[in-house]
């Protein structure tokens, strides 16, 4: 089936005022039976993308970055075992990868490191060309740096 510039619209504007996530996309599936599982979701990834790009200055500012940081360490130093970076990422309306950046990187500013020009994201791992076969100590967190 053709997708028309109404339906895309009608399809973005829905994504609008839900988060992220697959039950937010079984529903728009649901409301949109006639659209591809495939269709819906590269809908639903544009849009988000566009989101992330228009939102990025704002949580880059100094400020932002060490009020995210200083909630980070409350919430771990609380419950180490809680998800604080997914519930301060959804907090904010920001993508938890990028927010889990934004922490390491302040992280390693602390510690007198320079945060790397160049960062790979493969899975579950994070892979900075600056440092290779290293384990960052990090709160409650252990990232293997290939």
């Not at 009608?10 to 495939?38: D, G, M, N, Y």
């Not at 544009?46 to 949580?59: D, L, M, P, S, V």
């Not at 990422?89 to 927010?99: F, G, H, I, K, T």
């Not at 889990?100 to 791992?125: D, K, M, S």
Request: with cysteine.
């Amino acid at each position: 089936m053709i997708l028309t510039k109404a339906q895309y619209d009608e399809i973005a504007q829905c994504l609008v005022s839900v988060p992220p996530t697959r039950q937010s996309l079984r529903k728009l599936k649901q409301r949109f039976p006639s659209q591809s599982q495939a269709t819906l979701l590269s809908i639903f990834s544009q849009e988000y993308q566009k989101h992330i790009k228009r939102t990025h200055a704002k949580h880059h500012t100094s400020e932002a970055i060490e009020s995210y940081y200083q909630r980070y360490l409350n919430g771990v130093g609380k419950n180490g075992a809680a998800p604080v970076l997914l519930e301060l990422a959804n907090e904010v309306d920001y993508a938890p990868s990028l927010m889990a950046r934004i922490i390491l990187e302040r992280f390693l500013q602390e510690h007198e490191e320079t945060p790397p020009a160049t960062w790979l994201a493969f899975g579950n791992e994070i892979q900075c060309t600056w440092l290779r076969s290293q384990i960052i100590k990090f709160p409650c967190v252990y990232i293997r740096v290939l």
